[in-house]
């Protein structure tokens, strides 16, 4: 790394982006992920240089980065075109709500914002706590989180994680441990026999319309279409 903390860094996700600004950090950034919305004057202020699992190298090197900030291994062939280059990269793994925390962590840590990344952490993590211990009627309802619809694959860890803080039952809570989304494909009958009351839906911004869901779920349950199925994302992590 050329300087320290690095004053040119190119995010290939979304979410050091969203953290970089929180920290009041953003002057740094100098490229950014085509999907990034957070906050929202990023579409204006930083360039796109790449989409999940493909990049603009050549337009990444001409912005000459100090550092490159990407995510897990789905990005490695490009990563790997960058450190040929002779870029720095940090690769984060995170994959559950503590991996989060530390990516935050992290971040800050990386930019000499250790200290508020700290703060910025142990907030969430105090409005987490909030939150889980906010008293609900019972039963808890019985939640089914889609991540892609075909194949069926059910969420990441965080978002079993966050199910149950925010008061329901992840209907498939082993499945939260398969990092992988390919090992998290489930068959319709699977889902079925779960008798979820909601089922949740983000398909990684798949242009497409809400579904029936009545293949899936027995009558009644609750179907919820999250907002980020409107964008071009198609990656499934």
Known sequence: MRHFPPRRIVCLTEETVETLYLLGEQDRIVGVSGYAVRPPQVRR???????????????????EPDLILAFSDLQA??????????????????????GILAMIRMVGALVGAADRADQLATGYEQRLA?????????PKPKVYFEEWDDPLISGIGWVSELVEIAGGQDVLPNLRFQQAAKD??????????????????????????CPKRSEIGPAG???????????SKSNRR
């Open 45 to 63: 202020e930083k360039a796109r240089v790449s989409a999940f699992i493909s990049a603009d190298i050549p337009k990444i090197l001409k912005l």
């Open 77 to 98: 062939e490009i990563v790997s075109d960058l450190v040929r280059a002779g870029i720095p990269v940090h690769v984060f793994n995170q994959r559950n709500v503590a």
């Open 130 to 138: 909030a939150i889980a211990s906010t008293a609900r009627p019972s």
């Open 184 to 209: 998290r494909i489930v068959s319709a009958d699977l889902v079925r026999d779960a008798a979820p009351d909601v089922i949740l839906a983000s398909w990684c911004g798949a242009r497409k319309s």
């Open 221 to 231: 349950a609750k179907f919820l279409l999250s907002a980020t199925a409107g964008s």
